[in-house]
């Protein structure tokens, strides 16, 4: 190991002190203090001679110090260094505010190279708290394109600057460019360590984003090889083969009390297909608020179920757990009533409640064929008797670990299914934009329910700032007279002193009191008991409450068709995702649904998300929209991800991240056995260790 990959505390160019200060920026080696790239450029490149730079321009100016005098200002006696610098086309004042160490730094007769913004004052013009450095230096904070960094407390982008010339001059040359010089060929690339000197230090603009496709490519090269070989691996994997018995499957779908949309009938297929197949089925079911996915998630269980074999259903949340529970009970009652509910606080049978013990023996003796449950069905005591379909709901609330144990649950040899492992239809309602999909979950065969159903009706949304308050309680006073219910969302359980925003439990109060004292009102929030969560959704779904207030607990799983109205309080408090997930509660059946955006600043009207979601009702494109506005490092977890913003910026180049799979595939079938480029496939294999794919 070089001197890139040392601990910084360990250097003394950096020492303990710097290095503990440079920990909460994420840099603790000296590779991770190269690849600590600016968020941002200023342009200082221009170099003006002293007589023909203007007010308000930003220059850089390059003389002589004549004179420098240090003292404080009248008023607040503020440190104050100012200096009279001269060029050979005149001079001009420069002042520091609050910076005495400068009039140590500079001496009388110094040459430097000073850049700032020129200001105005009654006795002429003067150049305000400019950065400096000697002239005889390569430029490095003036008289360039200078990078500005993410900083933190005692670390600043000048301190930076510093130390990362410095450790390019001395350890740039330790990092390894894996990428085959053929495939630089083909794609254009820019040589790694120049890509890395031009982030830092650009020679002008063109290069600052050659670089940055360089450094995306790169990473997006290495998600692709992992994904590929993930589903490579699975692929040579083996699963039990689901017959298609279309008979059963359109008596199925004729007995249902709708018609299913195109996109639900050609999601069913291509899972079905898969189903048929003894290679185990990876697949996404991608679809908006509403769209079905629970129905096209029922077709595939009951094929299961005709086989002879078991699905298990996992959710993030005991409220979704009962939903499904109760709707698989429902559709499927005319060809199974052997379905099961497996939670931390119950275990039910459409029939019964049972004992634990008793509930685990059915589904190991497969006396239970679909089994529905939340983080209880990933425990060791839950075993089954022929598992041959897990389906993961709301997919990313579980963590790899998660997924992959119930998919890699042990299976009963009596059934002649060693060696074989259940097929996995994992599903999400928060749509993903296609160049996310294709970077992320390029391992996984993809469906994308992008209808709703027929009959659906808009949800007209408004934005309603504190004047308008008034008129939306009386809103829905009259949509709950006429026989309707409504959801009241705030961002809080309980008031807290250091955060401005509306609570659940107060709210709740006030709401009872001084606004619908004639109307019966409920309450749901995280801290409650599994049981009294579900009996106040019992409450809720059979009218005996007209309003239920609510935290974010009710993004997935409520379904209550007569709950047409949906207010969100604070509500630019909610990322534009979980907005639309809100507003999906309501809608759900024959009535004119509304959702009413809050807040108790008329400013939070010009926020893009809440604009957005007034305009639009596609999940799909409010993803790309919310992609937009917090960008992918938020979008989908800059932590999770493991990827810098560099690599993040490109992730709405669809035809990079295609190139990398091309590169990737291309490799993958010229290096089967993975000998030709050993130091590849290591870092694959200590990027898998980290990366969030199954």
């Known amino acids: 190991m070089g001197k890139i990959d040392e601990k910084l505390e360990n250097l003394t160019a950096i020492g303990p002190k710097y290095a503990a200060k440079l920990k909460a920026l994420g840099i603790e080696t000296v590779r991770d203090m190269l690849y600590h790239f600016p968020f941002r450029y200023e342009d200082l490149s221009l170099v003006f001679p002293i007589g023909e730079a203007k007010v308000g321009q930003l220059v850089t100016l390059v003389g002589k110090i004549k004179k420098i005098r240090a003292g404080r200002t009248h008023f607040k006696k503020m440190p104050l260094v100012t200096a009279l610098f001269e060029d050979k086309s005149g001079t001009i004042k420069i002042v520091w505010f609050n910076q005495p160490f400068i009039g140590n730094n500079i001496k009388e007769g110094d040459e430097l190279r000073v850049s700032g913004k020129l200001a105005s004052a009654k006795d002429g013009v003067y150049l305000a708290n400019p950065v400096y450095e000697k002239a005889s230096r390569v430029p490095t904070n003036a008289g360039r394109i200078v990078p500005v960094y993410p900083e933190t407390r005692g670390i600043t982008s000048k301190w930076l600057r510093w130390k990362i010339s410095d450790s390019i001059q001395k350890h740039l040359r330790e990092i390894e460019d894996l990428i085959p010089p053929a495939i630089a060929k083909r794609q254009q690339l820019m040589n790694l360590h120049e890509a890395i000197r031009e982030l830092h230090f650009p020679s002008n603009f063109s290069n600052i984003e050659k670089a940055r496709k360089r450094l995306a490519f790169e990473e997006m090269f290495f998600i692709q090889l992992i994904a590929l070989r993930a589903k490579n691996t699975w692929n ?95 559709i499927l009652k005319k060809f199974s009533r052997r379905i099961g509910l497996l939670t931390a606080s119950e275990r039910r049978t459409p029939f019964a409640k049972n004992t634990l013990k008793n509930f685990l023996g059915k589904i190991r003796r497969g006396e239970l064929s679909v089994i529905i449950g939340t983080h209880a069905l990933l425990e ?16 990313h609330r579980f963590g790899v670990e998660q997924r992959a144990k119930l998919q890699k649950t042990a299976i009963s040899l009596k059934d002649g299914l060693a060696g074989k492992i259940p097929h996995l239809l994992s599903m999400t309602a928060t749509p993903i934009p296609r160049t996310l999909a294709i970077a992320y979950f390029g391992n996984l065969d993809v469906s994308i329910l992008d209808e709703m159903p027929r009959g659906r009706k808009k949800i007209e949304t408004k934005f309603a700032g504190p004047q308008e308050k008034k008129a939306v309680w009386n809103f829905i006073k009259k949509e709950l007279r006429l026989g309707r219910q409504a959801f009241i969302i705030y961002p809080l359980i309980e008031k807290s002193e250091k955060i401005d925003a509306r609570s659940a439990i107060k709210e709740k109060e006030r709401l009872e009191k001084e606004i619908f004292p004639e109307f019966k009102i409920g309450l749901l929030h995280g801290r409650m008991r599994p049981k009294e969560k579900e009996e106040v959704m019992k409450r809720f779904k059979e009218r005996e409450l007209d309003i239920l207030v609510s935290t974010s607990v009710i993004e997935v799983g409520v379904d209550v068709p007569n709950a047409t109205v949906m207010v969100i309080e604070n509500a630019e408090r909610f990322g534009l995702a979980q907005l639309h997930q809100f507003r999906g509660r309501v809608g759900r059946g024959k009535y004119q ?25 596609d999940g799909f494109k409010l993803a790309e929209i919310d992609l937009e506005i917090r960008g992918p490092g938020e979008f989908i977890g800059t932590r999770q ?51 969030h794919f199954e």
Not at 281 to 304: C, H, P, Q, W, Y
Not at 603 to 609: D, E, I, M, T
Not at 661 to 687: H, M, N, Y
Request: aromatic content about 8%.
């Open 236 to 330: 040579q994997s083996k699963a039990i083969s689901i017959p298609i018995k279309e008979k059963q499957i359109k008596s199925f779908v004729s007995q249902l009390p709708f018609k299913l949309t195109n996109a639900q009938k050609k999601a069913a297929w291509e899972i079905l297909k898969d189903l048929e197949k003894s290679k185990p089925m990876n697949r996404l079911l991608e679809g908006d608020v509403g769209s079905g996915k629970t129905v096209v998630a029922a077709i595939a269980s009951l094929s299961v179920l005709n086989a002879g074999f078991q699905t298990a259903i996992l959710t993030p949340t005991e409220v979704l757990a009962r939903q499904h529970f109760d709707t698989f009970s429902q």
């Open 380 to 395: 060791d005591k839950v075993t089954f008797k022929n598992l041959a379909l897990v389906i993961v709901d709301e997919q």
């Open 641 to 691: 991800s493991g990827l810098a913003d560099t690599t993040m910026s490109y992730l709405g180049d669809v035809k990079l991240i295609q190139a990398a799979r091309l590169e990737a595939q291309s490799l993958i079938a010229f290096d089967p056995k993975e000998t030709k480029f050993p130091k590849i496939w290591k870092k694959v294999q200590e990027k898998e260790k980290k990366a």
């Open 593 to 617: 649904s509304y959702c009413f955006l809050m807040s108790d600043s008329d400013l939070a009207v010009s926020s893009r998300r809440l604009k957005a979601l007034e305009k639009y009702d």
